[in-house]
Antibody, heavy 123, light 108 residues
């Protein structure tokens, strides 16, 4: 059974860089059938897609965050990572990672999801 | 701003049927997927593609699409179906994903 687990600091200072890692277990991140994505949810608000990556390193990002986001993959560790620079209080959110499937047939889906990790931006 | 619009809230009597809609121009070209999120929990995929349910999702959940609108229907709503529901699809460019604004479903 595939599982994803987010990890990283729960508190980041304004203007600094938020860094999170998603560890995939029970399956290979190098599968040709899937992408791997990051999604966030500010407290009490809706979901926002941040970006996704293929095991080869190919990425695509939310245009509204593109200038500050970097997603990378480490196939040797079965992990992928998120970096979000120049953070402000507006970046406070629960950050989720998820497997992304169905892209080849335009029936995209996110499943499963990690449990999520709360990142607070505050001095 | 989000390119997929959902009604903020709907209510349904126990055992009755409720339809949740998601509107957006990109839905004329791409299927929506649907997610159920209960308080304090991660979202769970309930419908994807034309009308596909992942393993473990009850068959009272179904999906459909017409024009620029995708719909999630719960037939015979149960108390445990009370949750927030989000649609997701590609945006108009087809190169990015976008989530809907979310619908809170209350089971009376």
């Amino acid at each position: 059974q595939l599982q994803l687990q987010e990890s990283g600091p729960g508190l980041v200072k304004p203007s600094e860089t938020l860094s999170l890692t998603c560890t995939v277990s029970g399956g290979s991140i190098s599968s040709s059938s899937y992408y791997w994505g990051w999604i966030r949810q500010p407290p009490g608000k809706g979901l926002e897609w941040i970006g996704s990556i293929y095991y080869s390193g190919s990425t695509y990002y939310n245009p509204s965050l593109k200038s500050r986001v970097t997603i990378s993959v480490d196939t040797s560790k079965n992990q992928f990572s998120l970096k979000l620079s120049s953070v402000t209080a507006a970046d406070t959110a629960v950050y989720y990672c998820a497997r992304v499937g169905g892209i080849a047939v335009a029936e995209d889906w996110f499943d499963p999801w990690g449990q999520g990790t709360l990142v607070t931006v505050s001095s | 701003s989000s390119e997929l619009t959902q009604d903020p809230a709907v209510s349904v009597a126990l055992g009755q049927t409720v339809r949740i809609t998601c509107q957006g121009d990109s839905l004329r070209s791409y299927y929506a997927s649907w997610y159920q999120q209960k308080p304090g929990q991660a979202p769970v995929l309930v419908i994807y593609g034309k009308n596909n349910r992942p393993s473990g999702i009850p068959d009272r959940f179904s999906g459909s699409s017409s024009g620029n609108t995708a719909s999630l229907t719960i037939t015979g709503a149960q108390a445990e179906d009370e949750a927030d529901y989000y649609c997701n699809s590609r945006d108009s460019s087809g190169n990015h994903h976008v989530f809907g604004t979310g619908t809170k479903v209350t089971v009376l």
